[in-house]
């Protein structure tokens, strides 16, 4: 476990869990994935309806609970690694025009190439 934000965990390389949560979120953005879960949820439904043992129902509801948990801790990962490229993205911005405003050197322009760059990297 790591107090660091995720998109700085590693350097300038994104790690294994930044590369399969990236994965895993574009397949959980799908239609597929959608009807998937519509077919989990109704499984449930239908566990509950036709009256099956206790044991059976509580494997159903652990199963939702582990998809749940598994899912919101990608999209909180995907959340982050989002938020932190739009600052950096915006800090460039703000140098940039800093610097148009003040005449000043080129720095801050690169910056923001790299930065405009950044969600292809994240």
């Given at each position: 476990m790591t107090l660091e934000h995720p998109a700085e965990r590693g350097g300038g390389?994104?790690?294994v869990f930044e590369r399969f949560s990236e994965r895993v979120s574009n397949v959980t953005s799908s239609p597929l994935f959608f009807a998937a879960?519509?077919?989990?949820?109704?499984g449930v439904v239908a566990v509950h309806f036709v009256h099956v043992p206790v044991p059976w129902l509580v494997l159903a509801g652990d199963a939702l609970t582990s998809v749940n948990?598994?899912?919101l801790a990608l999209l909180k990962n995907s959340e982050r690694r989002a938020e932190h490229a739009i600052q950096q993205k915006l800090d460039a911005i703000a140098e940039a025009m800093l610097e148009h405003y003040e005449g000043?050197?080129?720095?801050?322009?690169?910056?923001l190439r790299r930065a405009i760059r950044l969600e292809r990297e994240l």
């Amino acid at each position: 476990m790591t107090l660091e934000h995720p998109a700085e965990r590693g350097g300038g390389q994104r790690g294994v869990f930044e590369r399969f949560s990236e994965r895993v979120s574009n397949v959980t953005s799908s239609p597929l994935f959608f009807a998937a879960c519509i077919l989990m949820i109704a499984g449930v439904v239908a566990v509950h309806f036709v009256h099956v043992p206790v044991p059976w129902l509580v494997l159903a509801g652990d199963a939702l609970t582990s998809v749940n948990l598994l899912l919101l801790a990608l999209l909180k990962n995907s959340e982050r690694r989002a938020e932190h490229a739009i600052q950096q993205k915006l800090d460039a911005i703000a140098e940039a025009m800093l610097e148009h405003y003040e005449g000043e050197g080129t720095t801050a322009r690169e910056d923001l190439r790299r930065a405009i760059r950044l969600e292809r990297e994240l």
